[in-house]
């Protein structure tokens, strides 16, 4: 049975598309301000991507923070039902998974069915998720790959206070203006979106494997800060973004 | 140059009918926040002038920045001061104060002098902070809350709406009171998530009075849960700069039911002259 998952996330939808336990095609759209010709548009692209028809696809689910915009999904599911299931399919070893998405962090505790056993979220705030890079690299007058880049190449601790986004650009400019290195700038805005997303985790009990996905799984200075604060081993899957999308297509299935 | 939407105008006061020369002891406090800086200077026990300044990128430079701009234009020298005291976030680093003194303990004794000994709860509208204190008859601290570091609710974040809505920052109290109905409030958690709430807003044809004033009732509406967590006694009085935008202000105030006690010359001086009226106390023991 082929069905289709769509993750309508804040900032980007993401849509892939199953058939019998395969992944025959994923894509993305930027939501914009209309999400929900955002989902369509994503959902026509796999479809094109995985050479079918709209009619092959028996069953969609929807499932992200905007999920309700897609008014043509069958089901809605949760993000933290989602990641769970996209992970464990993914990774069947994995019992904790963070997922960090432009406007949301998420730890997950879960079972090796994949049922979701504990959970914690940040309160709506950017200080512990991707808008936090994107507003810091901005400030630092960076693309973000840049900034993740030179990130690596930092060798001095520099003091950023990760507590709020909008504080946290001042206290950047102000660094920028005492002449800190921008690598050691750009490390230290890592490090501590990995603190204060660690510190969110740390209210999950937090048990081997861990998965880090969401689109913020692709920045590896993030992974990194995460593996130091977390003091554990971290995978990534291959496209991380795809995960919560990915375990919506599936349940879709069953 | 690209205009600063959030810029504000920076001032000095002095009182035209008082002649320094004449007191016995002028001391000062110097109010280093996190946006703004303050410095007040006492005539024998009385407000003889003041100024409100932008806080620089360190705290030595604003703080001797605010004094001068002060004492411009009076005749007073610096070292004819007998006492400083420092307060606010750069208090530690303020190189001519004789003395640190929290905000918290200024604020209420600043707004205490203003306001009169009826204040009990003083809600300072910061830059950075957000503050609920209460106090005594005599502008001690009873009892105080802060917020979490977080923009929501405090000076930065609507500087960064003004900046965003490209409305230079005093207007924007009025314009948010000009609407047509009330609109239901933004996001009231992030700033940052706000930001891109009011470009949605925007987008879909309400006007930036709209989008200010739905921005002032998230503001006000956060403040309201600060304020509930310490309680209000009466009499109640604001200070700070947000203080002085009435979009906020009126909006807090009907939904709290109580009213506001203002405070003369100057709200956003409380700080610094519950520092300089400290500067004085500790001037005047120590010549025991």
Known sequence: MTTAGIDMGAQVVKVVVVNDGQILARSMAPTGFEPLEAAQKALDEAIKQARISRDDIKSIVATGAGRKAATFADKVLTEVTADAKGTTWLLPSVRTIIDIGAEEARGISCDAEGKVLDFAKNDKCAAGAGAFVESMARALELKVPEMIELSLKSTKEAPINATCAVFAESEVVSLIHAKVEKADIAHAVHDAIGSRVSSMVRRIPVEKDVALIGGVANNAAIADAMKKHLEVDIVVPENPQFVSALGAALSAAS | ?288
């Open chain 2, 1 to 288: 140059m690209t205009t600063e939407y959030f810029r504000w105008t920076e001032y000095a006061w002095k009182d035209p009918d008082k002649d320094w020369r004449k007191a016995e002891t002028l001391v000062s406090g110097i109010d280093v926040g996190s946006v703004s800086s303050q410095a007040a200077i006492l005539a024998d026990g009385e407000l003889y002038c003041y100024c409100n300044t932008r806080t620089g990128s360190n705290s030595p430079e604003s703080a001797r920045n605010a004094l001068n701009m002060a004492l411009e234009g009076t005749g007073i020298k610096a070292e004819d001061l007998k006492y400083i005291v420092g307060t606010g976030y750069g208090r530690v680093n303020i190189p001519m104060s004789n003395k640190a003194i929290t905000e918290i303990a200024c604020h209420a004794r600043g707004a205490n002098f203003m306001g009169g000994p009826s204040i009990r709860t003083i809600l300072d509208m910061g830059g950075q902070d957000l503050k609920g204190i209460h106090c005594d008859e005599r502008g001690k601290v009873t009892q105080f809350l802060m917020n979490d570091k977080c923009a929501a609710g405090t000076g930065r974040g609507m500087e960064v709406m003004a900046e965003l809505l490209q409305v230079p920052i005093i207007e924007v109290g009025e314009m948010s009171l000009d609407v047509p109905e009330e609109p239901p409030p933004v996001s009231s958690t992030c700033v940052i998530f706000a930001k891109s709430e009011a470009i949605g807003l925007l987008r879909s044809g309400w006007t930036k009075n709209m989008v200010f004033a739905a921005y002032c009732s998230a503001m006000a509406h956060r403040v309201v849960g600060l304020l509930e967590r310490i309680g209000i006694e009466k009499d109640f009085t604001i200070t700070g700069g947000i203080s002085k935008n009435i979009g906020v202000t009126s909006r807090l105030l009907k939904e709290l039911g109580v009213e506001s006690i203002p405070l003369g010359p100057d709200p956003q001086i409380a700080g610094a002259l519950g520092a300089a009226l400290f500067a004085r106390d500790l001037f005047l023991k120590s010549q025991k």
